[in-house]
């Protein structure tokens, strides 16, 4: 099997990486995405069973930002995202996906090159290029690597291949821990009783949200999903995941209203970083490059994945 040769190699086609590849695209640059999925969005990520549609990830976007505030009015007017609802303050609008929330991560793919199920497992340094291994035998050989995997992950493939990091940046990742999330889709025979609109965030308990996809405005039929808390992942993440769903439904039946038709479990071992870096992303090595980036670097929100990428990006263009 041939080498396949790029000049930037950008790992995960999550937020981060996407806009990342966008950027770099833009000044001149051919960068390649690859991912293990089979579809490009990463935690952006929506699924049917049925006419049933589940935003299973994210739940909705925000912006704190002028710079990510202009993104989401240039996806407005794409009519890839609508306003969801407002918060407590009104002009803090909470935005979703149209028709759901993969669709931004599949129209910023359309024009990038993407290679998906590259489930990529060493990183190695080779002189003054980098060479990537994947579990399908193929290889790819990089003048500079952009890694956007949570960060566990990341480190595994420098670890596997021997890649020597600073003491303290070897140190920053480590510290970087990520709360479990145990996700439920579960089509209703009818409508719930979650109120407009359209979701219930609690603060104790087995659960930590249950969102209504239908008064979302994002399926057509009956539709919920139900994030567990954090604690109660980590302590059930061995579970019968099967049981795990029956035990979640059962508390959430007040607010589902109608009976369950079908309903699957999603597991985000890496759901949300809890150890914010005060960095928007970090330079690995200098030459030949190598940078970490993602929503580990400013917070668990898809704002913060943007402006990791777009960061990354700019310090391989040689603006930071
Ligand atoms: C349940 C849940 C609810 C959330 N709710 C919200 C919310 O309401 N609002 C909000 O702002 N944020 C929310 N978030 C957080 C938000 O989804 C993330 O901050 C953001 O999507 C992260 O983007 P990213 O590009 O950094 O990482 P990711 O989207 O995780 O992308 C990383 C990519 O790397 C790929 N990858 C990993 N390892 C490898 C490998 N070895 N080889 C190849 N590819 C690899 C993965 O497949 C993935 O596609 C939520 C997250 C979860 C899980």
Not at 96 to 105: K, L, Y
Not at 248 to 258: I, Q
Request: net charge neutral; aromatic share 8%; hydrophobic share 45%.
């Amino acid at each position: 099997m041939s080498t396949y040769i790029t000049d930037i190699l950008i790992v995960g086609a999550g937020l981060s990486g996407l806009l990342a590849a966008i950027n770099l695209q833009a000044s001149g640059f051919h960068p390649l995405v690859v991912d293990k999925g089979r579809g490009v969005g990463g935690r952006l990520a929506s699924r049917r069973i049925g006419s049933a549609t589940f935003d299973h990830g994210a739940q909705f976007i925000t912006a704190r930002t002028p710079r990510f505030a202009a993104l989401l009015n240039e996806w407005k007017e794409l009519g890839l995202v609508a306003e969801w609802y407002r918060g407590v303050n009104e002009a803090h609008i909470h935005w979703r996906g149209v028709p759901s929330m993969t669709a931004i991560p599949k129209h910023l793919a359309k024009s990038l090159n993407v290679k998906l199920e590259m489930k990529m497992s060493v990183l190695k340094q080779e002189g003054s290029h980098w060479l990537a291994a994947f579990e399908n035998g193929e290889t790819i050989s990089a003048n500079a690597v952009l890694l956007t995997a949570p960060v566990p992950q990341s480190l595994v493939l420098l670890d596997a291949g021997g890649v020597a990091l600073e003491a303290s940046k070897r140190e920053q990742l480590e510290a970087v821990e990520y709360e479990p999330c145990l996700a439920v889709m579960a089509a209703l025979k009818g409508a719930s009783n979650i109120p407009q609109p359209g979701f219930i965030r609690f603060e104790s308990g087995l659960i930590s949200w249950i969102a209504d996809n239908q008064a979302k405005g994002i399926s057509a039929a009956p539709a919920v999903t139900i994030h567990a808390m954090p604690i109660y992942s980590s302590s059930h993440w061995e579970d019968d995941r099967q049981k795990i769903g029956q035990r979640l439904l059962e508390v959430a039946a007040p607010w589902l209203g109608a009976e369950v038709a079908e309903f699957q479990v999603h597991a985000w071992r890496y759901a949300r970083p809890r150890y914010e870096q005060d960095l928007p992303c970090l330079v690995l090595n200098q030459s030949p490059a190598l940078l970490i980036a993602g929503d580990a670097f400013g917070g668990p929100r898809v704002e913060s994945a943007a402006l990791s990428g777009w960061a990354a990006a700019e310090v391989l263009q040689g603006k930071r």
